[in-house]
């Protein structure tokens, strides 16, 4: 069981907006958590980092906030490329990192 | 182009002994851990632990540590995740990604199914 939590699915329209949320005690700790897209059968991809900082080429409609234990990934605008899975991670002390049970996108 | 290269696919008989390779390339291959990540079919993804191919220094995740090992041969910049008896809950996919601090991985490799037949 992971130590960091979160939703098994969202679900949001074509142009809508969606927020995942990831709950665990290390994000409340440090600022330091990152979220990852996974298409099927595919690596997963880095699309935010330090809570809200997005990678050169990771569009803007992907943003990412903390409060608390609880860290958040919206995407804005969604569109049909977006269905996939969600993880988030976050630094976990000793330079050891923790993954979430991951949340499934649906586009309808 | 920073690119982390893995095999694609390997089937084996639980007690058997397997090697599978990550290959870096468009970067300096010494100053950067290489992690190990594991997802098991249809769940999410476990770090297993990484290591820096400077000197081969390993830490691992208390839930993987005694069953796999990481190495390194600098001379063509690869690492390894190895097992010497491997287990029918071994079967999984395995990523390697370049760690560059805390949370933050971002450079995977492709990929390395590994099935593993009881």
């Known amino acids: 069981q992971s130590a960091l939590t979160q939703p098994a699915s969202v679900s949001g329209s074509p142009g809508q907006s969606i927020t995942i949320s990831c709950t665990g005690t290390s994000i409340g700790t440090f600022n330091l958590v990152s979220w990852y897209q996974q298409h099927p059968a595919k690596a997963p991809k880095l699309m935010i980092f330090?809570?809200?900082e997005r990678p050169s080429g990771v569009s803007n409609r992907f943003s990412g906030s903390k409060s608390g234990n609880t860290a958040s990934l919206t995407i804005s605008g969604l569109q049909a490329e977006d269905e996939a899975d969600y993880y988030c991670?976050?630094?976990?002390?000793?330079?050891?990192?923790?993954f979430g049970g991951g949340t499934k996108l649906t586009v309808l | 182009e920073v690119q982390l290269e893995q095999a694609g696919t390997e089937v084996k008989k639980a007690g058997e002994s397997l090697r599978i390779s990550c290959k870096g390339s468009g970067y300096t291959f010494t100053s950067y851990w290489i992690a190990w990540m594991r997802q098991m079919p249809g769940k999410g993804l476990e770090w297993m632990g990484r290591?820096?191919?400077?000197?081969?220094?390993?830490v691992f995740s208390p839930s993987f540590e005694g069953h796999a090992t990481f190495s390194v041969d600098k001379s063509i910049n690869t690492v390894y995740l190895q097992w010497s008896s491997l287990k029918a809950s071994d079967t999984a996919m395995y990523f390697c990604?370049?760690?560059?601090?805390?949370?933050?991985?971002?450079?995977w490799g492709q990929g390395t199914l590994v099935t593993v037949s009881s």
């Open positions: 330090d809570v809200s």
């Open positions: 990604a370049r760690w560059e601090a805390a949370a933050t991985f971002e450079y």
């Open positions: 991670s976050s630094y976990a002390g000793s330079r050891v990192p923790l």
């Open positions: 290591i820096h191919p400077s000197d081969s220094y390993t």
